[in-house]
């Protein structure tokens, strides 16, 4: 099948067909990164019920709003034309990313609210406002990030959110800006936990964020408790 507006990807997927369609996520690394710094996010959802797509941006230096561009132009090639598409349920699409990546998939939960959820990593953006989210938005932020400091980026970032949107803003304790682009136990249990709710509306998962995670790797969480929890 042909791809457009993207430059191509990995998929990873559930074999199982026989539970039914899965939700889709789009995955988009950060400035100078390809689409291998997301590999544990892509094997890691991958095995807990959703199909996801990392993917490579159209250039390396691609800023936010085209990396946005790409990730709608990627949801819309694995829901529609790609070999699993026929395992989606394309009414359930989510997009994550890891700074640059990760202010694009902010901007493409805000600009397409009929996203599920969005996940920023360590996110990175300029010139934006998110006070329109209507997008679940969890922000994850690294507690030593000197790229994208949480001051300046994450926690504005989640602040501009209003809580109308449900919210959560995960710090990992002691980290830095490349915390994105590996496993790391809380990133990853947050960032299923929060898919979960919002692309399956699962609400067992309704545990896992309210009351929020704590312990020796979280070095802050703020959020809003799920509506009905
Ligand atoms: O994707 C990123 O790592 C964004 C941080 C960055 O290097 O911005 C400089 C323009």
């Known amino acids: 099948a042909r791809q ?15 539970e039914g369609t899965f939700g889709a996520v789009v995955a ?61 349920d394309r009414n359930r699409t989510a997009f994550i990313g890891h700074s640059m990546g990760g202010g694009g998939s902010l901007q493409t939960g805000r600009d397409v609210p009929d ?7 360590q996110p990175w953006h300029v010139g934006q406002n998110f006070s329109t989210m209507q997008v679940p938005s969890l922000i994850v932020a690294a507690q030593s990030d000197r790229i994208a400091p949480k001051n300046q980026y994450a926690k504005p970032f989640y602040n501009q959110i209003p809580a109308s949107a449900e919210k959560a ?15 790391n136990a809380a990133q990853a249990r947050s960032t299923l936990s929060w898919l979960k709710r ?3 509306a699962d609400i067992r998962y309704d545990q896992f964020l309210c009351p929020p995670p704590s312990g020796a790797g979280i070095a802050e969480y703020l959020h809003t408790c799920p509506t009905g929890s």
């Open 4 to 18: 457009t507006g993207f430059n191509g990807g990995t998929i990873y997927y559930p074999t199982s067909t026989g």
């Open 28 to 88: 988009t690394p950060g400035f100078t990164e390809g689409q291998n710094v997301l590999q544990w996010a892509g094997r890691y959802l991958g095995s807990n019920g959703f199909v996801v797509m990392t993917i490579n941006t159209n250039t390396i230096l691609d800023f936010p709003p085209a990396r946005s561009a790409q990730m709608r132009a990627a949801t819309t090639w694995l829901t529609t034309s790609s070999p699993v598409a026929g395992r989606i």
């Open 115 to 121: 996203t599920e959820a969005v996940v920023g990593l």
């Open 169 to 183: 803003y995960l710090e990992i304790a002691g980290a830095g800006h490349f915390v994105g682009t590996t496993f």
């Open 198 to 200: 919002y692309v399956d």
